[in-house]
């Protein structure tokens, strides 16, 4: 088992809890098995977390959270709910492990919604995108992400890529954005 290179959900959290110095408000944008949103939950005053699958906002609400409210809507409409700035968004990009891999996050909307939450995400934020690219669309999004995030301003912010080079050529990667403070 390793420590540190493993699961990239995991180095997401860690992180998260190691270099963000701010942690009131933070964004889900992938609720799936929200197992983000639990963690983002156990460290934020207040969490918005985004499914467009009913069955994982249900499944989520049931446990009744007080500081987190889950939005069955896609997450490119962040600004039709969130009025405020965010300190952390996270997203897993991709299908909801156990359902139909025909419902997948897509390449438009999750561009979208990468270009309004690095808007909206604070001075010293930080935004996780683990990009699972062992799908059609997986790919998609890996390349029009990667592509738009090697052209934004370096001065604003900071983006470094954790890849495995030992594994499957097609094994997840994690994207970390840091805005400038």
Known sequence: MFNYVGDISELSHNIINKYLKNKNVAIDGTLGNGYDTDFLSLNFNKVYSFDVQEK???????KNKDNVTVICDSHHKFNNYITENVDCIMYNLGFLPGTSKEITTKHTTSLESIKTGLEILNPGGIMTICIY???DEGKKEQSCILNF???ISKKEYGVMIHQFLNRS??????VVIEKNS
Do not use: F, N, Q, V
């Open 169 to 174: 050529k097609t094994a997840p990667m994690l």
């Open 56 to 62: 994982a906002c249900i499944r989520y609400s049931d």
């Open 133 to 135: 690219i062992g799908h």
């Open 149 to 151: 995030l090697e052209k």
